[in-house]
């Protein structure tokens, strides 16, 4: 069964602070995502990897930057957070090559910034 | 970039057929049409995906149009526990295309007894 972790399910932080969500998967999987969900607009794809030390860019990704030095572990990183940023965080995996659409979501991050 | 529509709520009885169209008018030669569910608390759930005509599983059926700009996830004689969001995403297979994967805003789906 994989399995997606998530380090928080919720969170709460000040504006201004830098702020760490990290996201673990077990199964081997290439593809890692970050998404933000709000209410009314879906899921939202804040940045992607598809290799270790390998990310791109989604539609939203301004004010975000993430890291992954490990195969298992992509962490996205709110370098000076702001109340526009309190969402809810999904983070995926789904295994490498075309074809590999299924993806495994973590539980979520529901982050506040006040 | 093919951006999706759905509808914001259904309600069904136990035991009827739901039927969630998604538009998505700008799909690409090489998108794929993608469905999840999702529960609260939970982070979303692969149901079924397909490019063209009809694929079927265990959970649900997909109908795809020839002109592909429109999907519809097809949920056979649902049951309380079907209560749930579903969400379509349209995007491409290979990782340069990635960047503009759009899930829809999700479809509540509410089934009553």
């Known amino acids: 069964d994989v399995k997606v972790t998530q380090s928080s399910r919720y969170l709460v932080k000040r504006t201004g602070e830098k702020v760490f969500l990290e996201c673990v998967q077990d199964m081997d999987h290439e593809n890692m995502f970050w998404y933000r969900q709000d209410p009314g607009l879906g899921l939202r794809l804040i940045y992607f990897s598809y290799d270790v030390k390998m990310k791109e860019k989604g539609d939203i990704p301004e004010g975000y930057s993430v890291s992954r030095e490990k195969k298992e572990r992509f962490s996205l990183i709110l370098e000076s957070a702001s109340t526009n940023q309190t969402s809810m965080y999904l983070c995926?995996?789904?295994?490498?090559?075309?074809?590999?659409?299924?993806?495994?979501f973590g539980p979520g991050t529901r982050l506040t910034v006040t | 970039l093919a951006k999706t529509t759905q509808p914001i709520s259904m309600d069904s009885y136990e035991g009827q057929e739901v039927n969630i169209t998604c538009s998505h008018n700008?799909?690409?030669?090489?998108?794929?049409i993608t469905w999840y569910q999702q529960f609260p608390s939970q982070g979303p759930r692969f149901i079924i995906q397909?490019?063209?005509t009809k694929v079927t599983n265990e959970v649900a059926s997909l109908f795809i149009p020839a002109d592909r700009k429109s999907s519809t996830l097809s949920l056979p004689r649902v049951s309380l526990s079907d209560t749930a969001v579903y969400y379509c995403l349209v995007g491409g297979m290979t990782t340069d295309s990635w960047g503009k994967l759009q899930f829809g805003a999700g479809t509540q789906v509410v089934v009553t007894p």
């Open positions: 700008n799909i690409a030669t090489n998108d794929y």
């Open positions: 397909g490019y063209k």
């Open positions: 995926a995996s789904s295994l490498g090559g075309q074809g590999s659409y299924e993806q495994y």
